[in-house]
């Protein structure tokens, strides 16, 4: 699993392998699957990213959506949202439409 660069491009929607450790109780951990949720013109410039882990289990809430992704039941964890640094992103595994999850996360938000 290769490190993204800071200077690659990264666009909101698309799926990177993310370290997401050091954690503090009961927050996602390890290395996983996360969406990339912060808008574009953001990514270009920072060297952080907005993202929200994705997980194949966990408890089925609003804030949650399930898709299929890779061809398996996945849920959007939206109230896991956080910033990490563009080198915590590895290998990219893919997009999601947004249609998906970004009605919701501006309803979380509103």
């Known amino acids: 699993m290769g490190v993204v ?3 690659r491009t990264i666009r909101r929607g698309e799926v990177y392998w993310v370290d997401l450790e050091p954690v503090v109780g009961t927050e996602i951990k390890k290395i996983r699957p996360a969406l990339v949720v ?3 013109d953001m990514n270009q410039i920072l060297p952080r990213v907005i993202v929200v882990p994705l997980t194949g289990k966990g408890q ?7 898709i299929m992704f890779n061809h ?6 939206l109230d896991q949202i956080r910033c990490v640094d ?3 992103l590895a290998g990219k595994l893919g997009q ?6 970004h009605p919701i996360l501006l309803q979380m938000l509103a």
């Open 5 to 7: 660069k800071r200077s």
């Open 38 to 40: 912060s808008p574009d």
């Open 60 to 66: 089925a809430l609003g804030c949650r959506p399930e």
């Open 86 to 88: 563009k080198v915590q």
């Open 96 to 101: 999601i439409d947004t249609a998906c999850w």
């Open 72 to 77: 398996r039941p996945t849920r959007i964890l």
